[in-house]
């Protein structure tokens, strides 16, 4: 896949390499929803994926995300807020957000507790450094009950992001488990948000519900703004 293909042969491409995935693992395609993450790009890349069918968008950054999802309201995109999340930002995420996949700590859950329900994924850190995004898994019980305690989100499932270091369907095995482990205190939150542009075969493979996939479809970002 070469980066100067069109856009629209991009995600035609991955399309079809999702669908046969999930075929080859006996999973209907249609149970599988990409989130095309946007971040860096200018809301022109965005409506662009909108007019080739694209619905469901995500962004990493609360700033950037609230820009593009009000310059584009008309299209009634789906914005799935990806990233970290400083809890005294996290009601304003709410206002253009239809899902937020990185509830990983009881402030935030705090913080978004009131309100319409949001769709939302406690996200897991698969990696032994507190410093990266995501509850450890020691800690994913108490976790869940927070959320499923606070009438402003609707638990749907568990998120993460492979280590580098991992291989990536063992990482994603060990997500399964996480999510059946959720599934036992909430048997409606078993969505599975995993697989990004390098590894969202292996995602499919472990049951991911929800591929947040940038760059293979996008092609590269710009430099960090
Ligand atoms: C950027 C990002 C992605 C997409 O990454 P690609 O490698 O470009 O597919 C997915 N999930 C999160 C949380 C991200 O920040």
Redesign the pocket.
Known sequence: MSDGAPLAERLATVSEQIAATARDVGRDPADITTIV?T?FHPASLVRELAELGVRDV?E?RHQEAQAKAAELADLGLRWHF??QLQSKKARQVRQYASAI?SIDRPALVDALAEGEPLDSFVQLNLTDDPGRGGVALDQLEPLVERVLAAPGLRLRGVMA?APLDEEPRRAFARVKAASDRVRALAPDAGAISAG???DFAAAIAEGATHL?????ITGN?PLHP
């Open positions: 993450v971040k995500g990493n990806v990233g996949h992001v990004m542009s390098l947040r996939i940038g760059s293979a970002r």
